[in-house]
Structure formats: structure tokens, C-alpha cells
């Protein structure tokens, strides 16, 4: 038995199965970023007054990600490309690109969470908050690279231009003198939540595109020679998934680094 | 696909061309009627799980804090329930599990995945669903998602307890794991629906026969693919909103926790969180998903009526837009389940009006079935008294929504039996109306065999009455103030209205309806009574029920029955080619009173 329409293009819908079924999925990923976007924009208006940070995030490492995923994003295309025109070889050559790419997002990604895990918010017991990444931690107390501040509030708006960023220096603290401390993880506001939910399913997207790109380009390129149309269309259809990807990252990009 | 064993071709009913073993042909399998039929039997066991959830709750509900009669000494075992009686928690969580069980693991994968695998590729022609090994994962997925959901019960603190609509902060701040199992559970069942809305999509729009123009659809594959389109794109909303409750359980985040919320101290959270916004998230699957309950089982009716009539389904252009008008109205409708939210005045009056028009395309749905009966030679067998059944049952539930849909009326009535009322009996002796229906009417082509007709109408006529039995007290129950989730069933607030006061007390509640509860009960237990004779009418027509006698014993058009049955691997003999409407019965000076879709003109 065989079904058909797994390679030949239907003549009353001029697609085949495997492409309506990504678009569908597709539309169904719309639906589930659209609800963290939604989200995203519930919790910012119903934040209090002053309260939303800005500036948390390094504008530059997002920047430089979105190049990594634009360029992905051309590799892909120029990856089916070449199937269509029937050159395997630069198809390995410009999926490699990609996966490199790939690799290479994730790296910047786990950096900026690794910052994100290292920077603290210490509250002292006589009132002053110091804020600042943490050097290293002692038997009796830590040393942040930080500054500090008397109101919260200031902590919120680090994107003001011409004030510059705050003077940082090594701070060391007593565990004695600390009241309460919260590293910038998800639980420390609903802005760390929701960026660490968005990017990290983000991430498992690129993480799953990228496992599938490589199958493709690795162990399933043997279709090649037996089936190279069914194989281009695989390609393509991980393709379109792929620009999906770099498509959600588009929107990620403005609305937590730059809004 | 490993042995070898050719069977010699006989004939189109041995076109197995290779034996692939038990596994492969009855576990892992990826023929879609398989996969239908694992999807049915799956579905019918948590249907009856979640029965006995609630029969268990009724006991609570009618004699708070009584030993629980035979399965006591069960639930004190498994379940650590303190000589046998169900405490307040151990209600919370059955009545959590009963809602998930009932809407996520039975009724959806019956009415959706088990008769849309099995009948959608039959009716259109096609050889199997087109993403076989996708629908594969889509059961695989289903049961994980179950097997968590189960475990669930037996973690230290238990199942989720609060409600399957799991309202944060509620849900977030009660001290089990339970919801953290039910969370990760619906991230498989959401994945399971998700796989197999695009796989019936997609098999509907490219493997239609030739000839199946979208016009010459059968209904019932009208109303799977509206339900799919719903699955595919309400669903997502609930995933994240999911995984941002889970956030919330694991990593600590304040996603839908205010500030300052206090659960006996001061939490430790960040707050700012909202909510309502969970409550948002979760209609926008939670309404959507009604019309998935419902959609299918109107498909099935259409079949089964059409059928029994002899005659065209009545306005079957109606019908099927009516279908598509319902299936977008849905997703504008969900804030109707919050006016008591303090959402606003203007957004209250929005979703009241878009709730009062998804109305009429419900209503035009049900006058073309009643219409469908006018003049007809109706056949009286056990699909068609289901069918029948389902029309006025489902139209009590449908016009006792208007005032739950009415803002101000909502008022009185929100979190009362009157709602539990309402939407039972849109799901129960609505839905799964239907669904027997359609058991009843697909059997023969599934097995064979008939199921028998004796057995049969005992199983419809005890069901309808005990269904009624059940639901109806319930709406004055409602009416009179009695509020939902109350774990003795409103006996505190009776001590109130008797003794205290010694005067009508909003909430307080007179014996009689109070005693209700006992009726409820009995009913309860009949109507679990009345699923015996269908449980050993299922199992035992399997091998000795009346031979079917033909492929088509209900002279019915739908391509399903041009097919040899039960249907080998690749479904048709020869590839079917489709002429004419899926309704052509009685056609004037035609030899037989139907004519098969895959009939020539000239035959």
C-alpha cells in the first residue's frame, strides 16, 4: 500500500502531503508563541508604574544573534537551492553553515544565562540594595562586581541614555549583613519569567530544528541517491521550519532587548 | 516488516501481503484503523474510570463522610484514605481527575481520534491517514499522557485538586505534586491532539478519491475537519499557558501570582503576576473545546439519521457551513466562562453578544437534523434510538447555555448545579449519545459482526432514563443556590438555613433538595448498572455476534461500506472513484433505495 501524494504534487491543491502537514504545525506554533506574546504584553501593562525593567539584557549579544539566525536563515535556502539544482555538494557545504550557526546561536544564548544566573540583587539588612554579579563567595560572605542603590526603582531602568550605566566595583558583603538575595533567574520578576520561557522554548525549537537538519544532512542524505526528489522536499520542508524559527526570534529580538 | 511469511491472494479479503507480527500489527501499528480501534478501547476504559470517579464522589456528596460501600477498603489502601472515608482533598482530587479524565482522555479521543481514525480515511477513499507513523506517535503520545495523569493518584498529596480548569493561584499554591503531573500530562495530550489534527487536516485536503469533491464530503468528515482546525489552534494557547504554570510550580516564577498573595503567610514570590490571565488562556482552549465535544457527535447523527431515514440528510449545505461559522465563532466566545471575573462591563457585553450569534448556526444544526426526520421511513434499531435520543437531549443543554450566556443571569447561576447541569447534558446524554450511536453503527464494519439489537435498546432505554434522572434535579438544585465543588454537598450550608437562623439564607437549603442528593445517587448507580449489558454486548459480539452478512448491512452510501470487511491494510479492493452526494437515498426510479457514492451513473 502506498499513500499517495508523498512526493508528487496533488493537481487541485498543488502541494504535496508533507507541506500542508508543516504549514499546519506551522499554524499551530503561531498559536503557542501568539499566547506567550499575549502574555508577554498582559503582564508588561498590568506591571506597576516604573516597575518594567529596561536595559537588563546586552543589546549587542542580541544583535550579534540575529545576525547568526539571518545568516542560518540564507544558508537554508541556499542549502535546497543546490539540491534543486541537483549539486549535492554545496548543499553539505551550506547546511554545514547552518548547523554551525546553530551551535553557535545556543553558545551565545547559555552565555547570556549563565550572566543572567551570576548576576545578584542583594538586599542588606540596613536598607541599601547592592546589585551586581557575583565575583566569588566566601566562607562569610560574597564579593559582587555591582553598584548599589537606596530605591529599588532605580534598578529598572538601565537603557536610559546619556546617564551611562552605573560605576561598577568589587562590593564585598558579610552573610551577616544580608537580608534577602535573588540572582536575575526566572523568579526574580515576571520580565526574567517570561524572557527565560520565551527564549528557552526558543531554544528547544532550535535545538529540534537543528537535531532534524542534521539527521538530514548526516545519516538521511543516503535518500539522495535512491529518492532525490523525496529528499529535497525533507529539505525543504525542515527549511521551512527552520525560517520559523529565525521568524519567532525576529519578534523575541525588539521585544525583550530593545521595547 | 520482518518475516516473510507471503500469504498466498485468495482474494481482496487476505490482502495482507506480509505478517508483521503482534507488535507491529496490534501495538505499534500504523494503520489508521487500528490506531482508531486502540483510540476507541483507550478512550471507552478512562470513560468508565471517570464514571467511577464520580459515582465514588456521588457516595461523598449524598452521605458526607460514610464509608464509601465496596471500594472503601480499596481507597484506604491505595489511596491512604482514612477508614475508607473520602476527605475533602481526596474529593478535590477525584473531582479534578473526573473533569480531566471525561474531557482530555475520553470523550475528545473518542469522538475525535478513535471515530475519525477509523472513518474519515474510509469515507473519503483514501488508503490510510497521510502521515502514517505521525498518527502512530499522536496514540503513543495519548497514552504517556494518560500513564502520567494515573500516577498521578498515587504521589505523596495525590492527584491535582484543583478542578480541570485548574485555576492559579489555587492550583499553583496547594501543596501536591499532583498538578505538576497534570501539567506535563496535558503537554502529552496537547502534543497527541496536536499530531493528529494535522494528520487529519491534511489527509482530508490531499487524499480525497477522485471524484470526492469537498461538496460530496460526508458530513461526519465535515464536522472532524472543523474539529481539527480547533484542536490545532486552541490547543497551543493551553500548552503555554501550561508551561507557564509550570514555571510557576518549578522554577518559582510569579506568572499568575499577584503580589502580596498570601496562602496562610506572606508568600515568597515576586509577584506581579495575573490571574486572570490563566484564566484567559485556559478558555481559549476551554470553549474551543465544547464545539470539539460536540462537533463529532453532530457528524455521527448526521450518518446515522441520513441512514435511518432512507432519505437526504435535510440542508446539507447548511449543515456543513453552520460547521465552519461555529468552528470561528468559537474562539470569540471564551470570556463567557469569567463574568464573574470583574473583567469589565464592555467586555462582558462583547462576549455575551458573540455567545448569543454562535447560538443560531448550533440552532440551524439542530433544526436540520429534526428536519431530516419529517417523512422519513424511520428504522428503529439501536444507532437510530441513540441518535434520536441525542436531538431533545442535547437541545436541553444547548437552551439551558442561553442564560449561563446572558451576563446577568450568569450571575446568579455561575458555579452552580445548574451549570454542572447544563453542559452534562450537552456531553453526556448528548456527546456520548452519540457516540454509542456511532459504536453501534460502525461495529459491523469493524468486527464483521452486529452487536445485539436486544441488549442494545435495554443499554439506550436505562441510559436515557437514568441520565435524566441524574441531570434534571440538578438544574433546581442549581437554580436554588446550591454551589458546584462542595464536598459534602452543601450540608453546612443546610445546618445553617435550619437551625440557626431559622430563615431562607442565600445558600441555605431545604431537605427536599438536599435529599436530591440520595436520588442522584441511586440513578447514578443504575446508570452504571446500564453499562453492563453494552460492556458484554462489545466484547462478546466480537466472536458471537449475528454475522454482518454483507459489507454494507445498513444499505448505507458512505464509501466505508464499499469496502471489504473488516478493511484490509490499504482499505479498498480497487481505488475507489466517487459520482455522486453522500446522501442519495430513495432516489426516485432507482432500483435499490440507496445509491453508493462509488455508483456509477450509468449502473
Redesign the interface.
Known amino acids: 500500500m502506498e499513500i499517495p501524494y508523498t512526493t508528487e504534487i496533488r493537481k487541485d491543491t498543488g502541494l504535496y502531503n508533507a507541506k500542508v502537514g508543516i504549514w499546519l504545525f506551522l499554524a499551530s506554533e503561531v498559536m503557542l508563541f501568539g499566547a506567550l506574546f499575549s502574555s508577554y504584553i498582559l503582564l508588561r501593562v498590568g506591571a506597576p508604574e516604573g516597575y518594567w525593567p529596561h536595559g537588563w539584557l546586552t543589546v549587542w549579544l542580541g544583535t550579534l544573534n540575529t545576525l547568526v539566525l539571518i545568516t542560518s536563515s540564507i544558508t537554508t535556502v541556499m542549502a535546497w537551492a543546490s539540491l534543486k539544482m541537483k549539486n549535492f555538494g554545496s548543499f553539505k557545504l551550506y547546511h554545514a553553515i547552518t548547523l554551525c550557526c546553530a551551535v553557535c546561536f545556543l553558545c551565545i544564548k547559555s552565555y547570556e544565562y549563565h550572566d543572567k544566573f551570576i548576576h545578584n540583587e542583594v538586599t542588606l539588612k540596613d536598607g541599601r540594595i547592592a546589585d551586581g554579579h557575583l565575583v566569588k563567595k566566601t566562607a562569610d560572605g560574597i564579593v559582587l562586581e555591582g553598584h548599589f542603590v537606596t530605591d529599588r526603582k532605580e534598578l529598572f531602568n538601565l537603557a536610559t541614555p546619556f546617564l551611562g550605566h552605573p560605576k561598577h566595583e568589587e562590593i564585598e558583603i558579610k552573610n551577616s549583613e544580608i537580608a534577602t538575595m535573588s540572582n536575575y533567574g526566572p523568579a526574580h520578576h515576571t520580565y526574567n519569567a517570561i524572557y527565560f520561557t520565551l527564549t528557552g522554548l526558543h531554544a528547544l525549537h532550535v535545538i529540534g530544528g537543528a537535531v532534524v537538519i542534521f539527521y538530514l544532512w548526516a545519516f538521511g542524505a543516503k535518500m539522495w541517491k535512491e529518492d532525490p526528489e523525496r529528499f529535497t522536499n525533507r529539505v525543504e520542508i525542515s527549511g521551512l521550519f527552520w525560517h520559523f524559527v529565525d521568524l519567532v526570534w525576529i519578534f523575541l529580538f525588539p521585544v525583550l532587548y530593545l521595547l | 516488516m520482518q518475516t516473510a511469511h507471503a500469504i498466498p491472494h485468495t482474494g481482496v479479503h487476505e490482502e495482507h501481503?506480509e505478517d508483521a507480527g503482534f507488535w507491529r500489527t496490534y501495538i505499534f501499528s500504523t494503520d489508521h484503523k487500528v490506531i482508531g480501534i486502540q483510540y476507541g478501547v483507550t478512550s471507552l476504559a478512562f470513560l468508565l474510570l471517570g464514571f467511577c470517579l464520580m459515582l465514588m464522589m456521588r457516595w461523598q456528596i449524598a452521605h458526607p463522610s460514610e464509608r464509601v460501600p465496596l471500594v472503601g477498603g480499596l481507597l484506604e489502601k491505595v489511596l491512604g484514605a482514612s477508614q475508607g472515608k473520602m476527605d475533602p482533598q481526596l474529593y478535590n482530587s477525584f473531582g479534578a481527575m473526573h473533569g480531566t479524565i471525561m474531557v482530555f482522555l475520553a470523550i475528545v479521543p473518542l469522538a475525535f481520534a478513535a471515530f475519525g481514525n477509523y472513518v474519515v480515511p474510509l469515507m473519503i477513499g483514501a488508503?490510510?491517514m497521510?502521515?502514517?507513523r505521525?498518527n502512530m506517535a499522536s496514540y503513543q503520545s495519548y497514552v504517556i499522557g494518560g500513564v502520567i495523569m494515573l500516577v498521578s493518584f498515587f504521589i505523596p498529596g495525590g492527584a491535582a485538586q484543583a478542578g480541570w480548569t485548574s485555576y492559579s493561584p489555587l492550583a499553583t499554591s496547594i501543596a501536591t505534586n499532583g498538578q505538576t503531573f497534570w501539567l506535563i500530562g496535558m503537554v502529552f495530550l496537547i502534543t497527541s491532539s496536536?499530531l493528529g489534527?494535522?494528520?487529519f487536516?491534511?489527509t482530508i485536503?490531499?487524499?480525497r478519491a477522485p471524484g470526492m469533491t469537498w461538496m460530496r464530503m460526508p458530513f461526519f468528515v465535515w464536522s472532524q475537519f472543523v474539529t481539527a482546525f480547533l484542536l490545532?489552534?486552541?490547543?497551543?494557547?493551553l500548552?503555554?499557558?501550561g508551561?507557564?504554570q509550570l514555571?510557576d510550580k518549578v522554577?518559582?516564577?510569579?506568572?499568575f501570582l499577584p503580589t502580596g498573595l498570601a496562602v496562610s503567610t506572606l508568600q515568597n514570590?515576586?509577584g506581579?503576576?495575573?490571574p486572570l490571565?490563566w484564566q484567559?488562556?485556559f478558555w481559549?482552549l476551554g470553549h474551543p473545546e465544547v464545539y470539539v465535544l460536540i462537533l463529532p457527535a453532530m457528524g455521527i447523527v448526521a450518518e446515522v439519521i441520513a441512514n435511518n431515514t432512507r432519505k437526504p440528510i435535510w440542508g446539507y449545505k447548511s449543515l456543513v457551513y453552520s460547521a465552519m461559522t461555529i468552528g470561528f465563532l468559537s474562539f470569540i466566545v471564551w470570556a463567557h466562562h469569567m463574568y464573574m471575573t470583574g473583567m469589565g462591563i464592555r467586555i462582558a457585553t462583547f462576549f455575551q453578544t458573540t455567545t448569543m450569534i454562535i447560538s443560531i448556526p448550533s440552532v440551524i444544526i439542530l433544526t436540520c437534523m429534526f428536519l431530516s426526520l419529517w417523512g422519513g421511513s424511520i428504522r428503529f434499531n439501536t444507532p437510530m434510538l441513540f441518535v434520536m435520543a441525542f436531538l431533545p437531549m442535547f437541545g436541553i443543554g444547548g437552551l439551558t447555555g442561553l442564560p449561563l450566556g446572558f451576563n446577568f443571569s450568569d450571575l446568579h447561576l455561575h458555579d452552580t448545579y445548574y451549570v454542572i447541569a447544563h453542559f452534562h447534558y450537552v456531553v453526556a446524554p448528548g456527546t456520548i449519545f452519540a457516540l454509542f450511536a456511532g459504536i453501534y453503527y460502525w461495529y459491523p464494519k469493524m468486527t464483521g459482526r452486529m452487536m445485539s439489537e436486544f441488549w442494545g435498546q435495554v443499554h439506550f432505554w436505562l441510559s436515557l432514563i437514568c441520565m435524566n434522572l441524574i441531570f434534571q434535579p440538578m438544574f433546581a438544585q442549581g437554580m436554588a443556590g446550591m454551589i458546584r465543588r462542595m464536598s459534602d454537598g452543601g450540608a453546612n450550608y443546610t445546618a445553617a438555613h435550619n437551625s440557626q437562623l431559622g430563615m431562607d439564607v442565600i445558600g441555605g437549603l431545604s431537605p427536599t433538595l438536599m435529599h436530591l442528593h440520595v436520588w442522584i445517587l441511586y440513578a447514578a448507580v443504575c446508570l452504571g448498572l446500564a453499562q453492563i449489558p453494552f460492556i458484554i454486548n462489545f466484547f462478546w459480539s466480537i466472536k458471537h455476534g449475528k454475522p454482518a452478512g454483507s459489507d454494507n448491512p445498513w444499505h448505507a452510501t458512505t464509501l466505508e461500506w464499499q469496502t471489504p470487511t473488516p478493511p484490509p491494510?490499504?482499505n479498498f479492493a480497487k481505488p475507489p472513484v466517487v459520482y455522486r452526494g453522500p446522501y442519495e437515498y430513495s432516489v426516485p426510479g432507482h432500483a435499490t433505495d440507496f445509491t453508493p457514492q462509488n455508483q456509477p451513473d450509468n449502473a
Request: charged share 5%; net charge negative; hydrophobic share 55%.
Open positions: 501481503h488508503p490510510d497521510a502521515f502514517p505521525v496536536l489534527a494535522v494528520n487536516i491534511a485536503i490531499q487524499l490545532l489552534l486552541a490547543f497551543p494557547p500548552e503555554a499557558a508551561i507557564m514555571m522554577a518559582h516564577t510569579s506568572f514570590i515576586s506581579g503576576g495575573s490571565l484567559h488562556l481559549f491494510h490499504g
